[in-house]
């Protein structure tokens, strides 16, 4: 049976060309309110092919890329074989082999979902330096977008999974018990990604819940195909986010 770590082995050419970044400015608000400086250790747990390393890395920061799956973490590698601040670490968020208050921020993006929550708790706080920060970040797309609920419906339509693997479901009163005793801070922010019509079918195959292929693939894709050509222009449809970005500050 396939397990969490292994689900996107087979997606990882679609995730790095299909997913989206982070906003350029979201660096610079944890800057502000976490007040940090690239002197400060990342480790970036559930990392994937690097894009929520990638502002930290190229600011300077020292980047612990933990990630459990081999071919994303391979393809991250290779992306960032050129930085000698980014460290790739064979590791999951309840081990994730980092020394003992070790690292200033643990930053996870789109993974927390995928979390043993309890015994992840435990290692972050092993990790984590007193004073220390958590991050945890979802882009989510907006639901004020006709064609994000067209695509969203397709999705809903044909897979199962997706209803309860959709990251629209963010549980605030997980995160909430997952940061106490400590408040949660709260930032979001816009962002967005413009595709044509394989760019936008490539992003639903760079779904773990997408099959890869057989008659329900094969419909997906023509119902995306669809979609596209109602909300296209000049051949490209936009997609919106709302990124949103959980903290909270180790106090202890």
């Not at 608000?29 to 007040?35: A, M």
């Amino acid at each position: 049976m396939e397990n969490n770590y292994d689900r996107f082995s087979q997606k990882v050419q679609d995730y790095v060309k299909f997913r989206p970044d982070y906003p350029s400015e979201m660096l610079k608000r944890l800057e502000e309110e976490l007040r940090l400086d690239n002197r400060k250790i990342i480790a970036d747990i559930g990392s994937g092919t690097g894009l929520s390393s990638k502002p930290f890395v190229e600011h300077q920061y020292t980047v612990y890329a933990v990630e459990p799956n081999d071919e994303m973490r391979k393809a991250a590698e290779a992306i960032y074989r050129d930085y000698e601040n980014f460290i790739s670490v064979n590791g999951a968020s309840e081990n994730t082999t980092l020394e003992d208050s070790g690292v200033d921020v643990i930053f996870s993006a789109q993974a927390f979902h995928w979390f043993d929550l309890s015994k992840t708790k435990t290692e972050f706080k092993r990790i984590l330096k007193p004073g220390g920060h958590i991050v945890l970040v979802w882009n989510e797309r907006d639901s004020s977008s006709p064609l994000l609920n067209d695509y969203e419906k397709v999705l809903y339509d044909h897979i199962r999974e997706y209803s309860y693997v959709n990251h629209k479901n963010i549980d605030e009163e997980k995160i909430r018990e997952f940061f106490s005793p400590e408040k949660m801070g709260y930032i979001e922010l816009d962002h967005r990604q413009w595709f044509d019509l394989e760019g936008l079918k490539g992003r639903a195959r760079s779904s773990s819940y997408t099959p890869k292929s057989g008659v329900i693939y094969e419909t997906i894709m023509q119902e995306l195909e669809e979609v596209f050509n109602r909300y296209q222009t000049s051949g490209m449809v936009e997609f919106r986010y709302k990124t949103k970005i959980y903290s909270c500050s180790i106090t202890e």
